[in-house]
């Protein structure tokens, strides 16, 4: 089914179908393509960074196999639970994820799990691994996000910005898709540079929970199809956004503290001994 969507201000307009191609008779959707190319592209940037952060490939890969299925199960698991009426009368549905359905912070939740179980199974390291994963997931999040937009959903509420995109029924709306694509690919731009002079072990990860929680905070804010706490106004993804930067924040500031510690206690035994 063709759905027509336009940019007024910008002078364009498309027809998008969700459906890319068939094969035997099943529909494969542009949604599952454009998510599974994020994920390819970002584990193709993780391989090649990898030993920069004292991985290897078969480590990269085995803990890959284990949190990639949980990121799946945790991405719609999220979305399912707080859109659990929608799903009631066919619950088989709750499966069909080529449709659309996935919420990113499952994702993260149940993929830091992975990370986890899969690290205390082999004596690893884990931030090392949350350090080279979070540049992953900037880079799949960012492209991830179009595949929102071959589904028209993901959007925000009405607009007359420049950039403000007309949907089917004829509203024009904030592309909020398109605003936490460009905010996710600055901040792998920023992070892939800085990653290479971090000052601890986990501190791009904690970097990315902050940049990414402080801009969903705000993009979650516009949009119309948040998912809430049952019962109340609250956006679950918007608290949690908020939450995660602020303690992520706390975290760092930690962190720096005592580098900064460190270093003052160092010099004091360097003057002493002299």
Known sequence: ???????????????????????????????????????????????????????????L?????????????????????????????????????????LAIYGGIIFA???????????????????????????????????GNFMNVEAYGGETTLPWRMQIPNGTCVHPTFLYESLWN??????????????????????LYVMWYGIGRMMIEGLRSDSLYIPGTPIRVSQLLAGASAVAALVLLVYNYKKIKENKIGGNEDECSNN
């Not at 698991?77 to 009426?85: I, K, Q, S, T």
């Not at 690919?185 to 904690?206: A, P, W």
């Open 185 to 206: 690919i600055t901040g792998f731009i920023l992070l892939h540079f800085y990653s290479k002079k971090r000052k601890f072990d986990g501190e791009v990860f904690l």
């Open 112 to 146: 830091v799990l992975g990370v986890c179980i899969y690290c205390k199974f082999k004596k690893l390291k884990i931030v090392n691994f949350l350090d080279v994963g979070a540049l992953g997931l900037l880079i799949g999040q960012a492209i991830g996000r179009w």
């Open 1 to 59: 089914m063709m759905k027509h969507i336009a940019f007024p201000g910008l002078g364009i307009e498309l027809d998008l179908n969700r459906v890319a191609f068939e094969i035997f008779g099943r529909s494969i959707y542009w949604y599952a393509i454009i998510i599974a190319t994020g994920f390819f592209l970002a584990v193709l940037y993780a391989m090649h960074r990898s030993r920069e952060f004292g991985l290897d490939d078969e480590k």
């Open 61 to 101: 890969s085995g803990m890959l196999m284990v949190a990639t299925p949980l990121a799946i199960v945790g991405a719609r698991l999220y979305y399912v639970l707080f859109e659990l009426d929608r799903y009631l009368d066919n619950p088989i549905s709750m499966l069909y994820i080529w449709e659309g359905g």
